[in-house]
């Protein structure tokens, strides 16, 4: 059709302006990320000493790049508290997201199952509490949480537990906040493929004979698996660098990277350090957010 | 009665109690907010002591009404490119630099955002530039555009092109045909995605806080250091006007999309 590529050229002028901002917003600020991970920490406003300009010419730019200092990263491999917070974000990271997995399946699958008409409207009040402030959501549960809070007093009242318990600053509390802010982010991939799945298929195999659970284990969640990895994705790689949640609901014992990064940028003012975590951060990302942008372009390609 | 039969008793069992773990948090946030009680904890009887509270703090509606300038003015501008930006990666074909493009569009939305805030900070300093309103506008704007571009580009994806080439083969430039068949079209999602731009910076509590500067906090940034220091009250007043204030544009934007999509199809709620 030739209309329709008259029409994509000034369909590509429309990219010029987002282009501009995406990359004065968005690409240059990691090359300064980059450039503050390699210099020397320094008491000084701003806190750090700039090892190479790129004004200063050809010989001092590679003068420059001798004297790089990879200082940072080397304090990062070295120290403990660092690795310990790399592996607890993980860690609390994949927990979190087989948590959401298990909880937000037969969500994702009842809703599937609705009637037509039903299923927007479940879709829609699955969506609202997204709408709705993440740190009110999480200030919701510290309400509930505390120590003479509704959850303790429930416990109480129904003669569970003698004296409160302790919820409040454990990993439990911890898990319980992500969990509940993530939720929406795991049900709706997966509503998704399990709504456009061919009840058929499930109700040949039980034809078969298959029991229930071997009709969902051979049929609906092989099925169901680009939701499954869509669901996961979506949580696992904000959950890693997640912030908030750790810092109000769980103790403070053992901290997430993100908090760490939060830490040595604001109380500690050391930016090299920051920034230094920030890459190594977003090194250990690269390869579930390379998946997840994959992913996200094979279904716009699909439901084109 | 196979109809019946597939929604089985668990199915109404795990579903039910997936909406209830979802809405009861909140809907005892907003109960107590009418306590009269100065314990968070025991009911003390109705009361709006706490919203009155909180019309007199001033440092707080400060707070408030910063936060509604900034989400208001990131919307607009995060709408306008994020729709260009949607238009040419759903029209444009191929163009230079399109996997760039769409990956620099994609990866702000998973990114952490402690990341988005570092890098963000550290191009502000070698800028020199002032932080307040601007930057954090600025730092918004980024990250919702993208979110704006994704609901526009699924609504442009959905879109039956054979409209536009009408349009065209009846002599419309492809401008004016974007104009007259394709923006009317799309209009649900545009408004669909400034309300989710507007909400999603109204929320935002880390990029703010590394991209503003020193008196121009956000309310995000007061709650947040508010309730670091333990739980008070006039917090549940403050977060149930937040969650009014979001209530009343879902449904603003809900009644946008069923009025401007005469022909049955309606937005992505997201």
Same mark, same amino acid.
């Given at each position: &059709?030739?209309?329709?590529?008259?029409?994509?050229?000034p369909?590509?002028?429309?990219?010029?302006?987002?282009?501009?901002?995406?990359?004065? $917003?968005?690409?240059?600020?990691?090359?300064?990320?980059?450039?503050?991970?390699?210099?020397?920490?320094?008491?000084?406003?701003?806190?750090?000493?700039?090892?190479?300009a790129?004004?200063?010419?050809?010989?001092?730019?590679?003068?420059?790049?001798?004297?790089?200092?990879?200082?940072? $990263?080397?304090?990062?491999?070295?120290d403990?508290?660092?690795?310990?917070?790399y592996?607890?974000?993980?860690?609390?990271?994949?927990?979190?997201?087989?948590?959401?997995?298990?909880?937000?399946?037969?969500?994702?699958?009842?809703?599937?199952?609705?009637?037509?008409?039903?299923?927007?409207?479940?879709?829609v009040?699955?969506?609202?509490? $997204?709408w709705?402030?993440?740190?009110?959501?999480?200030?919701?549960?510290?309400?509930?949480?505390?120590?003479?809070?509704?959850?303790?007093?429930?416990?109480?009242?129904?003669?569970?537990?003698s004296?409160?318990?302790?919820?409040l600053?454990?990993?439990?509390?911890?898990?319980?906040?992500?969990?509940?802010?993530?939720?929406?982010? &795991?049900?709706?991939?997966?509503y998704?493929?399990?709504?456009? &799945?061919?009840?058929?298929?499930?109700?040949?195999?039980?034809?078969?004979?298959?029991?229930?659970?071997?009709?969902?284990?051979?049929?609906?969640?092989?099925?169901?698996?680009?939701?499954?990895?869509?669901?996961?994705?979506?949580?696992?790689?904000?959950?890693?660098?997640?912030?908030?949640?750790?810092?109000?609901?769980?103790g403070?014992?053992?901290?997430?990277?993100?908090?760490?990064?939060?830490?040595? $940028?604001?109380?500690?003012?050391?930016?090299?350090?920051?920034?230094a975590?920030?890459?190594v951060?977003?090194?250990?990302?690269?390869?579930?957010?390379?998946?997840?942008?994959?992913?996200?372009?094979?279904?716009?390609?699909?439901?084109? | 009665?196979?109809?019946?039969?597939?929604l089985?008793?668990?199915?109404?069992?795990?579903?039910?109690?997936?909406?209830?773990?979802?809405?009861?948090p909140?809907?005892?946030?907003?109960?107590?907010?009418?306590?009269?009680?100065?314990?968070?904890?025991?009911?003390?009887?109705?009361?709006?002591?706490?919203?009155?509270?909180?019309?007199?703090?001033?440092?707080?509606?400060?707070?408030?009404?910063?936060?509604?300038?900034?989400?208001?003015?990131?919307?607009?501008?995060?709408?306008?490119?994020?729709?260009?930006?949607?238009v040419?990666?759903s029209?444009?074909?191929?163009?230079?630099?399109?996997?760039?493009?769409?990956?620099?569009?994609?990866?702000?939305?998973?990114?952490?955002?402690v990341?988005?805030?570092?890098?963000?900070?550290?191009?502000?300093?070698?800028?020199?530039?002032?932080?307040?309103?601007?930057?954090?506008?600025?730092?918004?704007?980024?990250?919702?555009?993208?979110?704006?571009?994704?609901?526009?580009?699924?609504?442009l994806?959905?879109?039956?092109?054979?409209?536009?080439?009408?349009?065209?083969?009846?002599?419309?430039?492809?401008v004016?045909?974007?104009v007259?068949?394709?923006?009317p079209?799309?209009?649900?999602?545009?408004?669909?995605?400034?309300?989710?731009?507007?909400?999603?910076?109204?929320?935002?509590?880390?990029?703010?806080?590394?991209?503003?500067?020193?008196?121009?906090?956000?309310?995000?940034?007061?709650?947040?250091?508010?309730v670091?220091?333990?739980?008070?009250?006039?917090?549940?007043?403050?977060?149930?006007?937040?969650?009014?204030?979001?209530?009343?544009?879902?449904?603003?934007?809900?009644?946008?999309?069923?009025?401007?999509?005469?022909?049955?199809?309606?937005a992505a709620p997201?």
């Amino acid at each position: &059709m030739s209309s329709r590529r008259i029409f994509a050229r000034p369909a590509r002028f429309a990219a010029i302006a987002p282009y501009v901002w995406m990359v004065l $917003f968005f690409l240059v600020p990691f090359g300064f990320v980059l450039k503050i991970s390699l210099s020397q920490t320094a008491i000084a406003q701003p806190p750090y000493e700039p090892v190479f300009a790129l004004t200063a010419g050809w010989e001092a730019l590679t003068a420059a790049f001798a004297a790089l200092s990879i200082d940072n $990263f080397k304090l990062l491999a070295s120290d403990d508290i660092y690795v310990f917070a790399y592996v607890r974000s993980l860690t609390v990271a994949l927990t979190a997201t087989a948590l959401l997995l298990l909880i937000g399946y037969p969500i994702a699958y009842g809703m599937a199952r609705l009637p037509k008409r039903w299923q927007a409207v479940a879709m829609v009040l699955v969506i609202v509490p $997204f709408w709705t402030s993440f740190l009110i959501r999480i200030y919701a549960w510290i309400n509930i949480l505390q120590h003479d809070g509704l959850l303790n007093q429930i416990l109480l009242a129904l003669h569970l537990v003698s004296q409160p318990v302790v919820w409040l600053s454990t990993d439990s509390a911890m898990y319980i906040g992500i969990v509940y802010s993530y939720l929406p982010f &795991m049900i709706l991939p997966l509503y998704a493929t399990l709504a456009k &799945m061919e009840p058929v298929l499930e109700e040949a195999a039980s034809d078969l004979g298959a029991p229930p659970w071997q009709v969902f284990w051979l049929v609906t969640f092989p099925l169901s698996l680009p939701g499954v990895g869509a669901g996961v994705l979506l949580c696992f790689i904000p959950i890693v660098g997640e912030f908030v949640i750790p810092d109000l609901l769980a103790g403070s014992n053992s901290l997430m990277i993100g908090q760490t990064l939060w830490l040595e $940028f604001f109380t500690n003012k050391d930016w090299p350090v920051a920034s230094a975590a920030a890459i190594v951060l977003l090194a250990v990302l690269l390869v579930p957010l390379l998946l997840y942008e994959r992913l996200q372009k094979r279904q716009l390609e699909q439901g084109r | 009665m196979r109809k019946v039969s597939r929604l089985s008793r668990f199915n109404i069992a795990s579903l039910a109690l997936g909406l209830a773990f979802l809405y009861l948090p909140i809907l005892i946030l907003v109960i107590y907010s009418f306590n009269a009680s100065r314990l968070v904890t025991v009911w003390g009887g109705w009361s709006l002591r706490w919203y009155h509270e909180f019309f007199n703090d001033r440092a707080m509606i400060e707070a408030a009404w910063m936060s509604v300038r900034v989400a208001a003015s990131s919307a607009t501008i995060a709408t306008l490119l994020g729709t260009l930006a949607a238009v040419a990666l759903s029209r444009g074909e191929r163009f230079r630099g399109r996997t760039l493009f769409s990956g620099m569009l994609y990866a702000p939305l998973v990114m952490p955002e402690v990341i988005t805030g570092l890098s963000l900070l550290l191009l502000f300093v070698a800028l020199n530039a002032e932080r307040g309103f601007w930057t954090v506008t600025i730092a918004h704007t980024t990250l919702t555009m993208c979110f704006v571009a994704v609901v526009v580009q699924s609504r442009l994806g959905s879109l039956d092109r054979s409209l536009e080439e009408a349009a065209m083969d009846l002599g419309c430039n492809p401008v004016r045909a974007f104009v007259a068949v394709t923006l009317p079209l799309i209009a649900p999602a545009i408004v669909a995605g400034w309300m989710l731009a507007f909400t999603l910076s109204l929320d935002d509590l880390v990029i703010a806080s590394f991209t503003t500067g020193p008196g121009s906090a956000t309310l995000p940034i007061r709650i947040y250091s508010e309730v670091r220091l333990g739980v008070k009250p006039e917090i549940n007043a403050i977060c149930t006007l937040v969650i009014a204030l979001i209530a009343v544009v879902i449904v603003i934007a809900s009644l946008a999309s069923k009025l401007s999509s005469s022909q049955g199809e309606s937005a992505a709620p997201l």
